[in-house]
């Protein structure tokens, strides 16, 4: 009976119930085992049961429900946590699944390094499977490249991660991409706006002149979707674009926002792939730990060169970081 | 007229806590944790520094902690398992204050965690501190700032919530250590060199988390057994890059990390006899059938 009942419980998954976040994305755990901390049961009879309820329970893989000594009673409200003890050494791991672009790599990174990278298949969707994350928090990025090189959104996710427990983010829906053919347009003259997303997406293009103006496309069987925008209908000056996308089942967050002058002069803008818009300073094609220690150095330093203050405003400081903060690739 | 009297702090303190609770409904929020502490005089508690994004989504933020050194003396202080990514100004305490920046690479909303429909607030570091004298006391923040991750680096509007301290005349305890034998993450050191800075020079860039008890210091060896203490960026000795390098990450617990650049020219040079060697059998290969069609024909 002992061997049964110990095969039953090696074979029991603990399947909980999923979170669904603000934008559509899923959260949800799978537990491997049976411990004190997800058996249900108040073992440890102080009226709570179960992580994250019970003090006494570090993760749910931990095998104690016993609530810890308090280390000190001088501490007031808040605060505290840890203790627990014992528990079972189960695999920990972290699953992406969700929509980018037919064909495009997708890349994963976490706390500011690249992990894995994959390729999204014909309709669009990738998985991504880590293993081995050490337990705690950990923020992670996910982004992907279309066909003509130019660069989704990064959606993060920052994950209290638990021992023994495999926490899957599905319904990712990632934001089309988008590219204009110029970045000054004279009046009159049609700019031209492509991108990917899902094939078959409706594609909603957002134009912010005084009016906002949205236009409706659909992207075709290979994801790719394009505008032919007549600026007669915007006004002379500055004007930014952006996207979103939906499908049946869900909608994206909204894309990289892309600025253009509406004005006397045609300027095409440099090239279509745009692997790095701002933020790699030694050109290589990548925003990560090299571009962040070249400005980490001019931090605080006199006249830095143009290409490190990202904002032009003659210093290095929090705003450039935040810059390239955003442009992050890993 | 004395009951109103008596009523009138309460309504006071109401008053503060709506509009502490407006303030933090609409704006990122920097708070410690505990949120108040009563410890008596010598003894020791670990503060931790928290962010609530509220809402918004924040890639970068610096601040100050204001210590009231007359009350308290600040200890160690550990980054471990903060949701900075990159730090600009790791947080250290120099003249009465502890001064921090850093970035969080695509931004952060909040901390999810699972079975937890609500995202929650994260931390950014923790430090110690010990009652030196009875008194009241408070931990306040200033200079504080928190950008949106929008390409542009926009301010958000921040709310600092102090921590009171009221420090007694008895024997305070002191805080017991927790076990920690994980060693900082894995991390991906790399070799750069910019026209910009250090003269043209190579140098490392390098930086890693610990979910533990933080981040302690980096050693590199460029020389076989020979470590020196070093910070990123750091310019290399062996500019023709024919040394293999070594950095290793060391956590507050004494635990290491140590990840390893081959190279450059040993890789190549490894490259190079590859494809000799694979010339090589190549035309061995070339012979020996010239050899065998030559022997069937005669």
Same mark, same amino acid.
């Given at each position: 009976?002992?061997?049964?009942?110990?095969?039953?419980?090696?074979?029991?998954?603990?399947?909980?119930?999923?979170?669904?976040?603000?934008?559509?994305?899923?959260?949800?755990?799978?537990?491997?085992?049976?411990?004190?901390?997800?058996?249900?049961?108040?073992?440890?009879?102080?009226?709570?049961?179960?992580?994250?309820?019970?003090?006494?329970?570090?993760?749910?893989?931990?095998?104690?429900?016993?609530?810890?000594?308090?280390?000190?009673?001088?501490?007031?409200?808040?605060?505290?946590?840890?203790?627990?003890?014992?528990?079972?050494?189960?695999?920990?791991?972290?699953?992406?699944?969700?929509?980018?672009?037919?064909?495009?790599?997708?890349?994963?990174?976490?706390?500011?390094?690249?992990?894995?990278?994959?390729?999204?298949?014909?309709?669009?969707?990738?998985?991504?499977?880590?293993?081995?994350?050490?337990?705690?928090?950990?923020?992670?990025?996910?982004?992907?490249?279309?066909?003509?090189?130019?660069?989704?959104? /990064?959606?993060?996710?920052?994950?209290?991660?638990?021992?023994?427990?495999?926490?899957?983010?599905?319904?990712?829906? &990632?934001?089309?991409?988008?590219?204009?053919?110029?970045?000054?347009?004279?009046?009159?003259?049609?700019?031209?706006?492509?991108?990917?997303?899902?094939?078959?997406?409706? /594609?909603?293009?957002?134009?912010?002149?005084?009016?906002?103006?949205?236009?409706?496309?659909?992207?075709?069987?290979?994801? &790719?979707?394009?505008?032919?925008?007549?600026?007669?209908?915007?006004?002379?000056?500055?004007?930014?674009?952006?996207?979103?996308?939906?499908?049946?089942?869900?909608?994206?967050?909204?894309?990289?926002?892309?600025?253009?002058?509406?004005?006397?002069?045609?300027?095409?803008?440099?090239? &279509?792939?745009?692997?790095?818009?701002?933020?790699?300073?030694?050109?290589?094609?990548?925003?990560?730990?090299?571009?962040?220690?070249?400005?980490?150095?001019?931090?605080?330093?006199?006249?830095?060169?143009?290409?490190?203050?990202?904002?032009?405003?003659?210093?290095?400081?929090?705003?450039?970081?935040?810059?390239?903060?955003?442009?992050?690739?890993? | 007229?004395?009951?109103?009297?008596?009523?009138?702090?309460?309504?006071?303190?109401?008053?503060?806590?709506?509009?502490?609770?407006?303030?933090?409904?609409?704006?990122?929020?920097?708070?410690?944790?505990?949120?108040?502490?009563?410890?008596?005089?010598?003894?020791?508690?670990?503060?931790?520094?928290? +962010?609530?994004?509220?809402?918004?989504?924040?890639?970068?933020?610096?601040?100050?902690?204001?210590?009231?050194?007359?009350?308290?003396?600040?200890?160690?202080?550990?980054? *471990?398992?903060?949701?900075?990514?990159?730090?600009?100004?790791?947080?250290?305490?120099?003249?009465?204050? #502890?001064?921090?920046?850093?970035?969080?690479?695509? *931004?952060? !909303?909040?901390?999810?965690?699972?079975?937890?429909?609500?995202?929650?607030?994260?931390?950014?570091?923790?430090?110690?501190?010990?009652?030196?004298?009875?008194?009241?006391?408070?931990?306040?923040?200033?200079?504080?700032? $928190?950008?949106?991750?929008?390409?542009? *680096?926009?301010?958000?509007?921040?709310?600092?919530?102090?921590?009171?301290?009221?420090? +007694?005349?008895?024997?305070?305890?002191?805080?017991?250590?927790?076990?920690?034998?994980?060693?900082?993450?894995?991390?991906?050191?790399?070799?750069?060199? !910019?026209?910009?800075?250090?003269? *043209?020079?190579?140098?490392?860039?390098?930086?890693?988390?610990?979910?533990?008890?933080? #981040?302690?210091?980096?050693?590199?060896?460029?020389?076989?057994?020979?470590?020196?203490?070093?910070?990123?960026?750091?310019? +290399?000795?062996?500019?023709?890059?024919?040394?293999?390098?070594?950095?290793?990450?060391?956590?507050?617990?004494?635990?290491?990390?140590?990840?390893?650049?081959?190279?450059?020219?040993?890789? $190549?040079?490894?490259?190079?006899?590859?494809?000799?060697?694979?010339?090589?059998?190549?035309? $061995?290969?070339?012979?020996?059938?010239?050899?065998?069609?030559?022997?069937?024909?005669?």
């Amino acid at each position: 009976m002992k061997i049964f009942n110990a095969i039953v419980i090696t074979l029991i998954f603990v399947f909980y119930p999923a979170t669904i976040l603000a934008d559509g994305t899923t959260l949800s755990v799978t537990i491997l085992g049976d411990t004190q901390c997800i058996d249900g049961i108040d073992n440890d009879s102080d009226g709570l049961v179960d992580y994250p309820n019970d003090s006494g329970c570090s993760s749910f893989s931990d095998d104690d429900e016993t609530d810890p000594v308090s280390p000190s009673p001088t501490v007031g409200t808040g605060g505290g946590g840890g203790g627990g003890g014992g528990g079972i050494i189960t695999p920990t791991s972290v699953i992406f699944k969700g929509l980018a672009y037919p064909d495009s790599d997708v890349t994963l990174f976490q706390d500011a390094k690249v992990v894995a990278t994959t390729k999204a298949g014909d309709a669009a969707k990738f998985e991504i499977s880590l293993s081995g994350v050490s337990t705690g928090t950990h923020t992670f990025g996910v982004w992907a490249e279309d066909k003509q090189g130019i660069h989704s959104i /990064v959606r993060t996710f920052t994950i209290a991660v638990s021992s023994g427990v495999t926490t899957v983010v599905s319904d990712i829906f &990632l934001p089309p991409t988008i590219w204009a053919d110029k970045t000054e347009v004279r009046h009159g003259d049609p700019l031209i706006f492509i991108g990917y997303s899902v094939p078959s997406a409706d /594609v909603a293009l957002l134009i912010n002149s005084e009016e906002e103006l949205v236009k409706k496309i659909v992207a075709d069987d290979a994801g &790719l979707w394009v505008y032919k925008f007549d600026t007669l209908e915007v006004e002379y000056g500055n004007h930014t674009a952006h996207t979103r996308a939906n499908t049946e089942i869900d909608i994206s967050n909204f894309s990289k926002t892309v600025n253009f002058i509406v004005g006397t002069e045609n300027v095409a803008a440099l090239k &279509l792939s745009l692997k790095a818009e701002k933020g790699d300073m030694n050109n290589d094609e990548r925003v990560d730990i090299s571009d962040f220690s070249i400005m980490a150095f001019w931090y605080g330093r006199q006249s830095p060169p143009v290409t490190i203050d990202l904002n032009d405003d003659g210093a290095v400081t929090l705003t450039d970081f935040s810059i390239l903060a955003f442009y992050w690739t890993g | 007229m004395n009951k109103i009297k008596l009523l009138v702090p309460y309504v006071i303190l109401a008053v503060c806590l709506m509009m502490a609770a407006v303030s933090r409904a609409s704006a990122a929020t920097f708070y410690f944790s505990p949120v108040e502490a009563r410890i008596g005089t010598g003894g020791e508690v670990d503060v931790s520094v928290f +962010l609530d994004p509220a809402g918004e989504h924040i890639n970068a933020v610096e601040g100050e902690v204001l210590i009231p050194n007359n009350f308290v003396s600040v200890g160690a202080i550990s980054d *471990g398992d903060s949701i900075i990514g990159m730090w600009i100004q790791k947080p250290a305490y120099k003249d009465g204050k #502890i001064i921090f920046s850093g970035i969080i690479p695509g *931004g952060f !909303d909040g901390t999810y965690e699972p079975l937890q429909p609500k995202r929650k607030a994260g931390k950014l570091f923790s430090f110690r501190v010990r009652a030196d004298k009875a008194g009241d006391a408070f931990l306040v923040m200033r200079n504080v700032q $928190a950008l949106r991750n929008d390409g542009f *680096g926009t301010p958000t509007e921040v709310s600092l919530l102090p921590l009171p301290f009221e420090i +007694l005349e008895y024997k305070g305890a002191q805080v017991e250590e927790d076990a920690d034998t994980v060693p900082p993450e894995p991390f991906m050191p790399k070799v750069v060199r !910019d026209k910009d800075i250090f003269g *043209g020079k190579y140098f490392l860039a390098f930086q890693t988390q610990d979910k533990g008890h933080g #981040i302690s210091h980096y050693e590199i060896s460029e020389t076989k057994d020979v470590w020196v203490t070093a910070d990123s960026p750091y310019v +290399l000795k062996d500019q023709s890059l024919q040394s293999t390098i070594r950095i290793k990450a060391v956590d507050y617990a004494g635990n290491e990390r140590t990840e390893t650049i081959t190279s450059k020219y040993s890789f $190549a040079e490894e490259k190079g006899r590859f494809e000799l060697l694979a010339l090589l059998f190549l035309g $061995a290969l070339l012979v020996y059938v010239f050899r065998y069609i030559y022997m069937r024909r005669s």
